[in-house]
């Protein structure tokens, strides 16, 4: 994939997803959630954005962020973030065996993907999109039967603001984000 090409755009919304390497199911574990919003919250301090919306599910997260007008660099972001979460999760990762030989002798941690999906988001339309995508996300997944149930996702703030009542139901298609 030498010729991935990522759309930078200044200021730019973009829909991510981030899967964890072999698909593992560890992103739901209370260090996992702690690792991960430690390590934002320090990105942020040194490389501002806002998370617009976000769902951790077991083995992968979708979120959309903005970024500051001047700025377009989302990959370093991600970057220092999966490198925190790893190092913070270091001796979890270590006993349980995560790494094949190949990330050993890499030096890699063995809980991310390499790569991630992005997409910038177009337009109003497109934002409403993958807001619904990313807010309904565990009901596709089978892990709950409406949203609200599930605790690790921006949806329980975004219906305490009226955004989400009863009747609002997710758009009607598929992003094709996985």
Request: charged share 25%.
């Amino acid at each position: 994939m030498k010729d991935l090409r990522r759309n930078y755009l200044e200021g730019g919304t973009f829909f991510f997803t981030v899967v964890t390497h072999l698909r593992q199911p560890v992103l739901c574990r209370t260090e996992s959630r702690n690792a991960l919003r430690t390590a934002i919250l320090r990105v942020q301090q040194k490389h501002p954005f806002e998370v617009v919306a976000w769902v951790l599910l077991p083995d992968h997260l979708h979120c959309i962020w903005s970024l500051p007008i001047d700025d377009v660099d989302y990959s370093i972001r991600w970057n220092l973030i999966k490198r925190s979460v790893s190092y913070q999760l270091k001796d979890w990762l270590q006993s349980h065996r995560f790494r094949t030989k190949s990330q050993v002798k890499k030096k890699e941690s063995g809980l991310w993907q390499h790569r991630f999906w992005e997409h910038t988001i177009r337009d109003e339309a497109d934002l409403v999109q993958h807001f619904d995508y990313i807010h309904f996300n565990p009901v596709k997944h089978g892990l709950v039967e409406t949203p609200e149930l599930w605790n690790w996702s921006t949806f329980h703030k975004y219906q305490r603001l009226g955004y989400y009542d009863k009747s609002r139901q997710p758009a009607d298609h598929d992003v094709g984000c996985e």
